[in-house]
């Protein structure tokens, strides 16, 4: 069985600052991993994924994740935080499971950004 | 663009009515997911489908059931709605088995109030 940790329930940055959403993951067999974004009211967004192809995952708005795999860990950075990058954060993994595409998704990160 | 459409986005219904929440994908995605999310708890895979009349249970399926009857409708039923049913549901495809690392696709959303 897989799982995923977000560490922070809730995370703030000043605008300017680096955005550090930290996300560790459990799973037995090789995953893909996935951050997604909501605004409030609506539903997710893809901003990256993990698919093997290299480990330093480059998305949409900036953002940015780097897969380790000693560390099990998949964390999203983005270098200066904007105001509108003021969202919840959901880190997914996802694996094959009796044929079918398992996705699992973290508890989410609400980030605010302080002007 | 892939677009999921959830045909509602704000319910009130009273405890013991039978409620639908319908979603239509156009992509021609054969998977299809209908989740819960709930503060602190992220979200959590109610039910599945991958293939037109093809259903599979996720980690909470008590209290509800689904309906695929065409390839890009999927239909989340809750047969007699209780007040712990009050909830954010969210609809997501994506394309078939062949991959675990598909991009799930989201709805915006129904938020759901049982009174």
């Known amino acids: 069985a897989q799982s995923v940790t977000q560490l922070g329930s809730h995370v703030s940055v000043s605008e300017g600052a680096l955005v550090l959403l930290r996300c560790n993951y459990s799973?037995?067999?090789?995953?893909?991993l996935f951050w997604y974004v909501q605004y409030p009211n609506q539903g997710l967004q893809l901003l990256l994924k993990?698919?093997?192809?290299?480990?330093l995952v480059k998305g949409i708005n900036g953002f940015e994740a780097e897969f380790k795999k000693s560390e099990t860990s998949f964390h999203l950075t983005k270098p200066s935080a904007h105001m509108s990058d003021a969202a919840e954060y959901f880190c997914?993994?996802?694996?094959?499971?009796?044929?079918?595409?398992?996705?699992?998704f973290g508890t989410g990160t609400k980030l605010q950004v302080i002007p | 663009d892939v677009k999921v459409t959830q045909s509602s986005r704000y319910l009130v219904k009273r405890t013991g009515e039978k409620v639908f929440l319908e979603c239509v994908q156009d992509m021609d995605h054969e998977n299809m997911f209908w989740y819960r999310q709930d503060p602190g708890l992220g979200l959590r895979l109610i039910y599945f489908s991958y293939d037109v009349k093809m259903k599979e249970k996720g980690d909470i399926p008590e209290g509800y059931s689904v309906s695929r009857e065409k390839k890009e409708r999927f239909s989340l039923i809750l047969e007699s709605a209780s007040t712990n049913q009050t909830s954010m549901y969210l609809c997501?495809?994506?394309?078939?088995?062949?991959?675990?690392?598909?991009?799930?696709?989201f709805g915006e959303g129904s938020w759901l109030t049982v009174v």
């Open positions: 993990y698919t093997s192809a290299a480990t």
């Open positions: 799973s037995s067999v090789p995953p893909y």
């Open positions: 997914a993994v996802s694996v094959r499971s009796g044929g079918y595409q398992k996705v699992t």
């Open positions: 997501a495809s994506s394309l078939g088995a062949s991959s675990s690392g598909n991009t799930i696709y």
